[in-house]
């Protein structure tokens, strides 16, 4: 006889768990995401290897084959002829170039 009951009870006990447990994942998605915060401060007068590392989201130590990548990637999205802004392109242009060891041209801006 208690059986049933005990089952029933451990059935709504799973439920009202699951339920909470959803209710906080979504509540978890929902909110900014604090632990991936943006560099905060402007760009430097001259770029340095750190700078541009931190521009194209690698390692002051990455191999060419991922700084060229990182740079087509981030082109893409925000090249000028594609709405993107000029003063961006050329600093992901220059971040490539500091990081590949061609310094020959300075930024315009």
């Known amino acids: ?51 541009a590392a931190l521009i194209l989201g690698l390692r002051e ?10 740079h087509r990637r981030i082109m893409i999205a925000n090249h000028p002829d594609s709405g993107g802004s000029s003063f961006i392109a050329a600093k992901v242009n220059e971040a490539k170039d500091v990081l590949l060891g061609k310094k020959g041209k300075q930024s315009v801006f």
Do not use: C, D, W
């Open 1 to 51: 006889m208690s059986t049933p009951l005990v089952a029933g009870l451990g059935v709504a006990a799973a439920a009202l768990f699951g339920r909470e447990v959803v209710k906080q994942y979504v509540r978890f998605k929902a909110a900014p995401m604090a632990a991936r915060a943006f560099y905060k401060g402007g760009f430097q007068a001259e770029m340095n290897r750190r700078e």
């Open 61 to 70: 130590s990455a191999a060419e084959e991922r700084i060229k990548e990182a």
